[in-house]
């Protein structure tokens, strides 16, 4: 019988996040030595982390760093919820803040705790025996900046960031906020569109218009219409404000002095 306790067992698993039976082997195969048990450990769980790579991670949390924001995921919501989870995943959003991270790649190098962030997932991930990934950051630009982080469950980590660089009033600002993360707004306004979104907006207009025999002489116009109705759903400042539905987001921003100069939004998952 291997020389060690149930005291032992609840050390190496504080010490290493590892499950308990994992824990108990280790010391079994020890004979009851902690500092080998630790290392038996370390080699499983980096072993481990190779066969997760291509398992879904899919679950996860966003997390926002001054100007930055960042996607951390994780397999099951069981471990998203999990204060450990949610202190890793706020590291990795300090660091990704430190240097304004742009990319994956970025925030990846990202330097936490004398590591990159690439090599913290990884020790991680050996440790909960899920696959973990940190995977994209955004830093956006501005002085005064709002956030909002909804929160799909009340028991889950935020699953929608927002972040909206603005001038002007702080809590339009934050209803702004609010609105991108419902209404899922993609550009700020109809210029920023690409081209070629457009045309093939205003193809499938056209090509639908035709196939419910409109006639001829009335095509631009209803194709024009149903374009302005696409603008309306991906457009911030054309959207209806989701408070009044009479005025639009511009409408509002201008009756309160306030100019968004930006935005970016992420959902877990997307």
Do not use: W
Request: proline share 2%.
């Amino acid at each position: 019988m291997a020389n060690y306790t149930a005291a032992d067992v609840k050390a190496l698993r504080e010490a290493t996040g590892s499950g308990m039976l994992d824990c108990k082997k280790a010391l079994e195969e020890s004979n009851g030595d902690y500092d080998k048990a630790v290392e038996i450990l370390r080699i499983k769980g980096a072993k481990s982390v190779s066969k997760r790579a291509d398992r879904e991670a899919t679950e996860g949390l966003i997390a926002v760093s001054g100007n930055t924001m960042v996607e951390v995921n994780c397999e099951t919501d069981f471990v998203a919820k999990n204060d450990g989870f949610k202190a890793f995943a706020a590291k990795i959003a300090e660091a990704a803040g430190t240097v304004k991270a742009n990319s994956a790649e970025e925030l990846n190098a990202a330097d936490v705790e004398g590591q990159t962030v690439a090599e913290f997932v990884e020790a991680e991930s050996a440790k909960t025996g899920e696959k973990l990934q940190a995977r994209r950051a955004v830093t956006i630009e501005g002085e005064n900046i709002a956030t909002y982080l909804h929160q799909r469950s009340a028991d889950l980590p935020p699953a929608v960031g927002v972040m909206v660089s603005y001038e002007g009033s702080e809590e339009t600002a934050h209803q702004v906020a609010l609105q991108i993360a419902a209404m899922k707004a993609e550009y700020l306004t109809r210029e920023e569109v690409p081209a070629e979104v457009v045309e093939k907006e205003r193809e499938i207009a056209e090509a639908t218009t035709r196939e419910e025999g409109k006639p001829e002489a009335a095509l631009p116009k209803i194709v024009e219409g149903r374009l302005n109705g696409f603008y309306k759903g991906v457009v911030l400042l054309e959207q209806p404000y989701l408070t009044d539905n009479k005025k639009t987001v511009k409408q509002v921003c201008e009756e309160t002095g306030t100019t968004i100069k930006g935005f970016e939004r992420f959902e877990l998952g997307v």
